[in-house]
Antibody, heavy 125, light 110 residues
Framework: QVQLIQSASELKKPGASVKVSCQASGYSLRNYAVNWVRQAPGQGPEWMGRITTNAGDPTYAQGFIGRFVFSLDTSTSTAYLEINNLKAEDTALYFC??????????????????WGTGTTVTVSS | QSVLTQSPSASGTPGQRVTISCSGSSSNVGSHYVFWYQQVTGTAPKVLIYRTDQRPSGVPDRFSGSKSGTSASLAISGLRSEDEADYFCAAWDASLSGWVFGGGTKLTVL
């Protein structure tokens, strides 16, 4: 069964750092990129970016450049999201998601087909 | 503010048909596939529709997707109590070079 298991909820103070893990189960992490999505309370999802799992090449969406870092540990099939200098507005539910590539003779596209269990990060003094 | 626009809420009685809309622009919905996700509060989103109108195996045929111009729709027929959840749309945005999402529609089964 394909799953992405994320780490437990975190409560942090402003200015601290947090590292969220996302472990792949039932498939090889190396074969699919990992996307990260933030969902603030009462808001729709927001794409943070992605990391390729063959080269470990990250792409950050606007608004997530600087304090956010994507990384991998392929030996444990785990992707990581690190947020530095936490702010109150970082309080949200964070998801990792597998990126599926569908390739056909006349068409190809990507989409997020399997999502992680989610990790709530709360930033409060 | 989400890039794709959805009504915040929708409702229906068991057996009814409801439609949830997703409005975008030429750089996203108008030129790329639309994907729909179902999310029970606090849990992982699940793919309901991919490639605008395709259902993954295991998703009942009560769920269907369509698109016209820069607007997409998710229709749910034969509404059931277990359909009560949040639904959001997603599409690639060529101008932003990234994924954009709708704000989500909370479906209540009365």
């Amino acid at each position: 069964q394909v799953q992405l298991i994320q780490s437990a909820s975190e409560l942090k103070k402003p200015g601290a750092s947090v590292k969220v893990s996302c472990q792949a189960s039932g498939y090889s992490l190396r074969n699919y990129a990992v996307n990260w999505v933030r969902q603030a309370p009462g808001q729709g999802p927001e794409w943070m970016g992605r990391i390729t799992t063959n080269a470990g090449d990250p792409t950050y969406a606007q608004g997530f450049i600087g304090r956010f870092v994507f990384s991998l540990d392929t030996s444990t099939s785990t992707a990581y999201l690190e947020i530095n200098n936490l702010k109150a507005e970082d309080t949200a539910l964070y998801f990792c998601a597998r990126e599926m590539l569908v390739s056909a003779p006349s068409d190809y596209y990507y989409y997020m087909d399997v999502w992680g269990t989610g990790t709530t990060v709360t930033v409060s003094s | 503010q989400s890039v794709l626009t959805q009504s915040p809420s929708a409702s229906g009685t068991p057996g009814q048909r409801v439609t949830i809309s997703c409005s975008g622009s030429s750089s996203n919905v108008g030129s790329h596939y639309v994907f729909w996700y179902q999310q029970v509060t606090g849990t992982a989103p699940k793919v309901l529709i991919y490639r605008t109108d395709q259902r993954p195996s295991g998703v009942p045929d009560r769920f269907s997707g369509s698109k016209s111009g820069t607007s997409a729709s998710l229709a749910i027929s034969g509404l059931r109590s277990e359909d009560e959840a949040d639904y959001f749309c997603a599409a690639w945005d060529a101008s932003l070079s990234g994924w954009v999402f709708g704000g989500g529609t909370k479906l209540t089964v009365l």
